[in-house]
């Protein structure tokens, strides 16, 4: 990136600066890696990126500290953050979005991982089914959510009728306040699983023949098998799964919307939902500073856990 | 995230001002070669994109079109809500609004600066306005727009024959009408429908309680568009959360509350499944859909208060038709043109052959059709005993966007009455700074 800018200035500045450049470059290049490519072939990428991701992101830490409309701003410091802290629905969104984010992510593990195992072997119906589980991650966030938000209709759902008839009362999925965020995660684990089994799928069925053979001559039985070799070598696998889901999970926004809207009331709020709703009100500066936050802590939650992950797949 | 959506909002926003600019632009080039040729003016005319919308305002184009040959018409949409909002203080800052365009009356037209960006009505026609409207569209003495369609009221629809049947009459205080939904709680009907599916349906008990706030307490809107009175600290304004509470509290409820919908709701009312529902008369359109043939068994009372004296109904007033400053020479004359046609008996007229009147047409003249919904003559009945005002959203530019959640939630037992009148004042707070407004 730096190198892009440098020899970018450097070519529109004096050439007795560009005779000077190429020795220092040469010096750069000698000490790290001769890339295959020469500077500029990144400009396009570094534009796109600057215009539509880095400009923005950094103005909004500015528009963070103001009250501002289409047509000018108002410099408030860091009232915007105080407010935005004493939002009731927000330490219940933190709370709920931490709730949702592990639940999905833990779940997607734990069925991807027993999905993959039992797809990866010999069974019947296996491209069948490998397609079943995966055809939920085709279909868009916003349908599933009111597919199901019909379907889990206390009176009038699918799942409570069928439930009816085995004698089950059946809950008011997304309408009892207890229950609404862990209907949504439900329905998210649902569809996320078929990423999460293909990824295992993929990791399983990379782990060489010579580990199965040595270990069955060894003795061990399924379960050892499991215990011992498929899972810590399918460990790049878990450990893309949890950062995936997890950051999913962290922002999660359009299957909570479709179904509850963050309701009843505040009970399903997450902090993107707690956002968008200051954005649709109007709290243009307001709603930037959540989006700082929600920036910042996605960032410190997840940046340490992939440096974890990543450290524990080296160990491996 | 939200800083990229809402460029691209705001591009979007230029973009669609800059289309809107093209038929204007064709449309005034269009109107000058046809002036040579002796033929007439066009101009545009800015609605709502909803199909209703735009039925209502062909409607009213087909009838002007016929009663002024000279003059052609051209209908543009526009998105609802905030989007709508941007898009029309956006047009309007650019100088490229359509010729004519309906809006909200009361605060919200106070936001679109209409001194600045809005040419004055008429004299004439502004004579033809109902004075109840006049201080909705008013800044100082100048009038800037007339009543696009009917007024509506905020209250209670009530299943006649329920009543009948029951033995209860139309409660004139709170207490009353607790009592009688006791009654016919025992007669085995739901006494009073909610449906928090559609969120904003929980605010009825508080925004339609508001002529009995402003009963009790006259200054109410503008101590509170200052920042000096609160919901949390005004008994009366408090009420109406306490209201809702109550009936929570004592069960007064349908079972389903949580999970139905308005549609659900009207459903219900028709069939005598339920009793009272607290509803905007606008929605008598809903009841027509869901139940055609119930919709004489349904009535409409205002939202009572403590004081059966000063019993009355909160009035919610029609969109404004305004012409903007960027309109000049002939096309100003065809607006105003239209602005007094929308404000006479055929303009009136006109908008009953596609909409159901909701309550009184605000314009001299206009008379509502013999064959209206028993909901609506009981609105106009109101209106014409003078005995009602307008909602709070008129007189403050004041509202909370949070209000249906919180209100969700004191109507289903999650947070008290007084928690949730002390939350809505916060987030009250977040507009009222929003605005720029000063005491906040």
Redesign the interface.
């Given at each position: 990136m730096s190198q892009t800018i440098g020899s970018t200035t450097g070519s529109t500045t004096g050439s007795a600066v560009r005779r000077a450049r190429p020795p220092r470059r040469a010096g750069d290049r000698a000490g790290t890696r001769p890339g295959p490519y020469p500077g500029w072939f990144y400009l396009p990428a570094a534009i796109v990126y600057g215009a539509?991701f880095l400009i923005?992101?950094l103005?909004?830490f500015y528009?963070a500290l103001t009250?501002w409309?289409?047509?000018d701003s108002?410099f408030i410091g860091l009232e915007n953050f105080a407010?935005f802290f004493?939002e009731?629905?927000l330490t219940r969104g933190f709370v709920n979005t931490f709730v949702y984010a592990v639940i999905t992510s833990g779940a997607k593990v734990v069925l991807g991982l027993g999905l993959g195992l039992l797809l990866t072997s010999r069974i019947l119906g296996r491209g069948y089914l490998r397609a079943v589980i995966f055809f939920p991650v085709l279909v868009s966030s916003v349908g599933v959510g009111i597919t199901f938000q019909v379907l889990m209709?206390?009176?009038k759902g699918a799942i409570n009728a069928a439930l009816g008839v085995l004698g089950i009362d059946g809950p008011?999925w997304?309408?009892?306040?207890a229950l609404a965020l862990f209907s949504v995660a439900l329905v998210d684990v649902w569809k996320g699983v078929g990423l999460a089994t293909l990824i295992y799928m993929a990791g399983i069925v990379s782990i060489p023949k010579e580990y199965h053979e040595a270990a069955r001559v060894d003795g061990a039985g399924s379960w050892r098998l499991f215990r011992d070799v498929v899972f810590p070598l399918s460990w790049p696998a878990t450990s893309t799964v949890i950062t995936l889901s997890l950051i999913g999970g962290l922002r999660s926004f359009d299957l909570i919307w479709a179904m509850t809207?963050?309701?009843?009331?505040?009970?399903s709020d997450v902090i993107a939902s707690v956002?968008?709703?200051?954005?649709?009100?109007?709290?243009?500066?307001?709603?930037?500073a959540?989006?700082v936050i929600?920036f910042l802590a996605v960032t410190a939650i997840v940046l340490p856990l992939t440096r974890f992950l990543a450290r524990k797949e080296v160990e491996l | 995230?939200?800083?990229?959506?809402?460029?691209s909002r705001?591009l979007g926003?230029a973009t669609v001002a800059v289309l809107g600019l093209l038929p204007a632009c064709s449309a005034g080039s269009l109107g000058s070669s046809d002036d040579g040729g002796g033929g007439g003016t066009t101009i545009t005319w800015l609605t709502g994109a909803e199909q209703d919308d735009q039925l209502q305002a062909q409607a009213v184009v087909d009838a002007f079109e016929q009663a002024h040959p000279g003059i052609t018409v051209e209908i543009e949409g526009r998105p609802g809500g905030?989007e709508g909002?941007?898009l029309v203080?956006?047009r309007l800052?650019t100088g490229t609004m359509a010729d004519v365009f309906n809006y909200n009356s009361g605060s919200l037209f106070q936001q679109i600066a209409p001194a600045n960006n809005l040419t004055p009505i008429d004299a004439s026609t502004v004579e033809t306005v109902d004075d109840s409207y006049l201080p909705q569209v008013s800044v100082g003495e100048d009038v800037y727009g007339v009543p696009y369609g009917n007024a509506f009221g905020g209250g209670v629809m009530y299943n006649r024959e329920v009543f009948e049947r029951v033995g209860v009459e139309v409660p004139t205080t709170w207490a009353e009408l607790v009592a009688a939904a006791e009654r016919i709680k025992a007669a085995g009907i739901a006494p009073v429908v909610q449906t928090?599916?559609d969120?904003w349906t929980a605010q009825l008990l508080v925004l339609a309680d508001f002529h009995n706030v402003a009963a009790a307490n006259p200054s109410f809107a503008q101590d509170y568009t200052a920042g000096k009175a609160k919901f949390a600290t005004d008994r009366a304004a408090r009420a109406g959360f306490e209201h809702l509470q109550e009936i929570h509290d004592k069960q007064l409820v349908n079972a389903?509350f949580?999970?139905t919908r308005v549609e659900d709701g009207m459903r219900a009312l028709a069939a005598g499944e339920g009793a009272m529902y607290p509803m905007l008369s606008l929605n008598v359109s809903t009841l027509q859909v869901v139940a055609p043939d119930a919709v004489e068994d349904v009535g409409f009372f205002a939202l009572p208060g403590q004081d059966a004296a000063a019993n009355g109904l909160t009035a919610w007033y029609p969109d404004g038709v305004y012409i903007p400053k960027s309109t000049t020479g002939e096309e100003l004359e065809a607006a105003q043109q239209l602005a007094a046609f929308i404000a006479s008996p055929p303009g009136c007229e006109a908008i009953a052959t596609v909409v159901t009147p909701t309550g009184p047409y605000l314009a001299e003249g206009c008379e509502l059709p013999s064959d209206v919904p028993q909901i609506t003559r009981d609105v106009s009945a109101y209106f014409d005993a003078d005995a009602q005002s307008p909602a709070l959203e008129f007189l403050s530019p004041v509202k909370g966007?949070?209000l249906e959640?919180?209100l969700?939630?004191v109507g289903?037992g999650?947070?008290t009455a007084t928690d949730g009148a002390a939350?809505y004042d916060?987030d009250v707070q977040?507009?009222a700074?929003?605005l720029?407004l000063e005491g906040w």
């Amino acid at each position: 990136m730096s190198q892009t800018i440098g020899s970018t200035t450097g070519s529109t500045t004096g050439s007795a600066v560009r005779r000077a450049r190429p020795p220092r470059r040469a010096g750069d290049r000698a000490g790290t890696r001769p890339g295959p490519y020469p500077g500029w072939f990144y400009l396009p990428a570094a534009i796109v990126y600057g215009a539509l991701f880095l400009i923005p992101t950094l103005l909004s830490f500015y528009f963070a500290l103001t009250r501002w409309t289409i047509f000018d701003s108002e410099f408030i410091g860091l009232e915007n953050f105080a407010q935005f802290f004493s939002e009731p629905a927000l330490t219940r969104g933190f709370v709920n979005t931490f709730v949702y984010a592990v639940i999905t992510s833990g779940a997607k593990v734990v069925l991807g991982l027993g999905l993959g195992l039992l797809l990866t072997s010999r069974i019947l119906g296996r491209g069948y089914l490998r397609a079943v589980i995966f055809f939920p991650v085709l279909v868009s966030s916003v349908g599933v959510g009111i597919t199901f938000q019909v379907l889990m209709n206390p009176t009038k759902g699918a799942i409570n009728a069928a439930l009816g008839v085995l004698g089950i009362d059946g809950p008011g999925w997304l309408v009892d306040p207890a229950l609404a965020l862990f209907s949504v995660a439900l329905v998210d684990v649902w569809k996320g699983v078929g990423l999460a089994t293909l990824i295992y799928m993929a990791g399983i069925v990379s782990i060489p023949k010579e580990y199965h053979e040595a270990a069955r001559v060894d003795g061990a039985g399924s379960w050892r098998l499991f215990r011992d070799v498929v899972f810590p070598l399918s460990w790049p696998a878990t450990s893309t799964v949890i950062t995936l889901s997890l950051i999913g999970g962290l922002r999660s926004f359009d299957l909570i919307w479709a179904m509850t809207r963050g309701g009843p009331g505040f009970t399903s709020d997450v902090i993107a939902s707690v956002i968008y709703k200051q954005y649709q009100a109007g709290f243009y500066g307001l709603s930037t500073a959540g989006n700082v936050i929600l920036f910042l802590a996605v960032t410190a939650i997840v940046l340490p856990l992939t440096r974890f992950l990543a450290r524990k797949e080296v160990e491996l | 995230m939200i800083t990229t959506r809402a460029k691209s909002r705001a591009l979007g926003a230029a973009t669609v001002a800059v289309l809107g600019l093209l038929p204007a632009c064709s449309a005034g080039s269009l109107g000058s070669s046809d002036d040579g040729g002796g033929g007439g003016t066009t101009i545009t005319w800015l609605t709502g994109a909803e199909q209703d919308d735009q039925l209502q305002a062909q409607a009213v184009v087909d009838a002007f079109e016929q009663a002024h040959p000279g003059i052609t018409v051209e209908i543009e949409g526009r998105p609802g809500g905030g989007e709508g909002d941007n898009l029309v203080k956006t047009r309007l800052q650019t100088g490229t609004m359509a010729d004519v365009f309906n809006y909200n009356s009361g605060s919200l037209f106070q936001q679109i600066a209409p001194a600045n960006n809005l040419t004055p009505i008429d004299a004439s026609t502004v004579e033809t306005v109902d004075d109840s409207y006049l201080p909705q569209v008013s800044v100082g003495e100048d009038v800037y727009g007339v009543p696009y369609g009917n007024a509506f009221g905020g209250g209670v629809m009530y299943n006649r024959e329920v009543f009948e049947r029951v033995g209860v009459e139309v409660p004139t205080t709170w207490a009353e009408l607790v009592a009688a939904a006791e009654r016919i709680k025992a007669a085995g009907i739901a006494p009073v429908v909610q449906t928090y599916q559609d969120t904003w349906t929980a605010q009825l008990l508080v925004l339609a309680d508001f002529h009995n706030v402003a009963a009790a307490n006259p200054s109410f809107a503008q101590d509170y568009t200052a920042g000096k009175a609160k919901f949390a600290t005004d008994r009366a304004a408090r009420a109406g959360f306490e209201h809702l509470q109550e009936i929570h509290d004592k069960q007064l409820v349908n079972a389903d509350f949580a999970s139905t919908r308005v549609e659900d709701g009207m459903r219900a009312l028709a069939a005598g499944e339920g009793a009272m529902y607290p509803m905007l008369s606008l929605n008598v359109s809903t009841l027509q859909v869901v139940a055609p043939d119930a919709v004489e068994d349904v009535g409409f009372f205002a939202l009572p208060g403590q004081d059966a004296a000063a019993n009355g109904l909160t009035a919610w007033y029609p969109d404004g038709v305004y012409i903007p400053k960027s309109t000049t020479g002939e096309e100003l004359e065809a607006a105003q043109q239209l602005a007094a046609f929308i404000a006479s008996p055929p303009g009136c007229e006109a908008i009953a052959t596609v909409v159901t009147p909701t309550g009184p047409y605000l314009a001299e003249g206009c008379e509502l059709p013999s064959d209206v919904p028993q909901i609506t003559r009981d609105v106009s009945a109101y209106f014409d005993a003078d005995a009602q005002s307008p909602a709070l959203e008129f007189l403050s530019p004041v509202k909370g966007p949070a209000l249906e959640q919180i209100l969700v939630e004191v109507g289903s037992g999650i947070r008290t009455a007084t928690d949730g009148a002390a939350l809505y004042d916060q987030d009250v707070q977040k507009q009222a700074q929003q605005l720029g407004l000063e005491g906040w």
